[in-house]
């Protein structure tokens, strides 16, 4: 631990004296000879945790200013549509935009269902896949078709090699 005030008091009578190298080699040895500071795990996972937090309420608050300035924008709109026209039109478009804005939040929801349908049937059609690949069984099954799968291309390759009309190369012969 007092290793490193020698390498300090070596470099600065070094600096006082005028000798350039000899202050910037007892600098590097002074910096080679701090010890190091590493945060403990315990600290890290604190900063982690305490940055997710805050990442998760900024969205939390930008969600809800978002619903705040869309329902202060409708309800600006409908105030101006209601002085500014006589109260039936007002209405009817009022109305129309409730209607058409109740639609379209319906319709989000039922594209969320339909999403959520098809990500569960992939989800389980990688479950069955997956299954089936850790099986010993499986796995060398696979192999296998793999390996004729190759040889397959290989033979198709060689057969349009040897057909005259196909021996200009082309984009499907390789």
């Known amino acids: ?3 490193w005030r020698t390498h300090v008091e070596t470099w ?3 600096d006082r004296d005028g000798q350039d190298e000899a202050a910037d080699a007892a ?8 010890p190091g500071v590493e945060p403990s795990p315990a600290f ?32 600006t709109a409908g105030v101006v549509l209601y002085t500014a026209i006589d109260g039936r039109t007002a209405w009817l478009v009022l109305t129309t935009a409730a209607s058409l804005a109740s639609s379209s939040a319906l319709w989000l929801v039922s594209v969320g269902v339909a999403a959520t349908g098809w990500w569960a049937t992939a989800a389980d059609a990688g479950v069955a896949i997956a299954a089936a690949m850790a099986r010993p069984y499986s ?6 078709v793999e390996v004729v799968a190759a040889a397959a291309f290989v033979m198709l390759h060689r057969l349009l090699r040897s057909d005259v009309e196909l021996r200009t190369p082309r984009a499907y012969c390789f």
């Open 27 to 34: 600098l590097g040895r002074m910096f080679a000879a701090l």
């Open 12 to 14: 600065l009578a070094a």
């Open 44 to 75: 890290v996972a604190r900063t982690v945790k305490a940055a997710w937090a805050a990442r998760a309420r900024q969205r939390r608050l930008a969600a809800w200013a978002a619903a705040a300035a869309a329902v202060l924008i409708v309800g």
């Open 1 to 3: 631990m007092g290793r």
């Open 139 to 144: 796995m060398a099954a696979l192999v296998a």
